[in-house]
């Protein structure tokens, strides 16, 4: 059995399915030693709705994963998406003490940067610095030891809802873990699928998961653009069920077995047995009417992420392409189709950067789980949150902001 400071578990929070991921820290990297997925049941668009039966999928879950690794999971970090994350950019300036930038230097022009008016009812998850400006020297990546009288720091900020990051923190206590550090999803799939050098040049991640789309735009190393659209694999599994008016999980199976993202990849019209709800006799339909009910879902969802592209602005900074992952970019011919929309080169990620059961979870659907290991690893490596720099616990800043409120009606 592994030692538990060796250890690093990603939980992932999924609309359609829990998935915890066990990684043991090695010399050269992380290797995976334990998967475990359970169907999910208490989330809708990535948002707990159920927190007992979200409790109960986290539980099977990391037992399978515990089973697999033979070890004992106390400790995990958590992704957190939904339609109420949202992403802002943001600039600092300060006055450089000594005229050398020194650490409480960075510390404060982060701090200036994040100064911005924030709802009572959001909680700043990360603060990513993108870039420092030293006396207009741009293109910084880490000041410390620069000569200088100014520094300026540019960020990107990420909030989310208080009560939907709470009640991610919740279920993970109730199942009996602690959550280390909440981290957005899409955060977490790019340090499992995007190489360096896309990075530097600008791409797009896109992960297409059960509730939500993610979508991370990264242009010059750093992120640039954050957000998350209300349309996932779900949506999909639910146009088959209606459309073909057969039960939900069987909607599900036949999609992945059966579904194409066009009906022009189709090699024959093969005919499906399609069973039917409330015991009626199961039916013959073509393939092709399932491909005709998958595309529209599929060019909805891609074409909503290149409005999103285009209203950031950003449509003309992703040289290196689109990378598409999560669960619902396995489909066949998606990539294809995502070439049409985007008019630029698209691949499908997959996690790398991992040893052990690397084939296992060599996977799309496996990306923000691996992910979120990777994430807990360079944590560690940097004895820092690498996507934030937070000192206190989401609980205490929520309860700090509550008696402030308070005191501040009632005074």
């Not at 090695?26 to 995976?32: A, S």
Request: hydrophobic share 40%; aromatic share 4%; glycine share 10%.
């Amino acid at each position: 059995m592994a030692r538990k400071d060796d250890l690093i578990v990603g939980l992932d929070i999924g609309t359609t399915k829990i998935c915890a991921i066990v990684a043991e820290r090695k010399e050269n990297g992380i290797d995976v030693v334990g998967i475990g997925t359970h169907p999910s049941k208490g989330l809708r668009k990535g948002v707990v709705v159920d927190i007992d039966s979200t409790v109960d999928s986290i539980k099977r879950a990391v037992e399978e994963a515990e089973l697999m690794a033979d070890c004992e999971i106390s400790t995990v970090y958590a992704g957190i998406a939904g339609g109420h994350i949202d992403g802002l950019n943001s600039h600092g300036v300060v006055a450089v003490k000594d005229r050398e930038v020194s650490e409480n230097d960075v510390r404060r022009v982060i701090d200036a940067a994040k100064a911005v008016a924030i709802p009572m009812d959001r909680e700043v998850i990360h603060v990513i610095p993108q870039e420092f400006i030293i006396d207009d020297q741009d293109g910084i990546r880490e000041p410390l030891g620069m000569s200088g009288v100014r520094l300026e720091a540019q960020i990107h900020i990420v909030t989310a809802a208080v009560t939907s990051a709470q009640n991610i923190v919740k279920c993970a206590n109730k199942a009996g873990l602690n959550v280390v550090d909440i981290v957005l999803e899409p955060l977490a799939s790019a340090e499992a699928v995007l190489a360096s050098d896309e990075r530097d040049l600008g791409v797009c991640l896109i992960d297409i998961g059960g509730g939500t789309t993610d979508i991370a735009v990264f242009s010059e190393g750093s992120i640039k653009h954050t957000s998350v659209l209300s349309l996932g694999g779900y949506h999909i599994t639910n146009d088959i069920a209606v459309g073909l008016r057969t039960p939900f999980d069987e909607a599900e199976r036949i999609k992945k077995r059966f579904g194409v993202a066009s009906a022009r990849y189709l090699g024959s019209d093969d005919v499906l047995t399609v069973p039917s709800v409330g015991g009626r006799r199961p039916r013959e339909v073509s393939r092709k009417i399932l491909c005709e009910i998958i595309e529209p879902r599929i060019d909805e969802i891609l074409s909503l992420a290149r409005q999103e592209l285009v209203r950031a602005g950003l449509e003309d900074k992703t040289p290196s392409g689109v990378v598409l992952t999560g669960g619902a970019s396995a489909l066949t011919g998606v990539t294809d189709l995502a070439e049409e929309i985007f008019e630029s080169p698209v691949r499908q990620g997959q996690p790398t950067h991992v040893g052990g059961l690397r084939d296992v979870v060599r996977s799309p659907m496996y990306a923000t789980g691996v992910g979120l290991v990777l994430f807990g690893h360079s944590c560690s490596d940097r004895h820092q949150s690498r996507f934030r720099i937070r000192d206190d616990s989401i609980f205490r800043r929520v309860k700090q902001r509550m008696r402030d409120w308070f005191y501040g009606e009632f005074e």
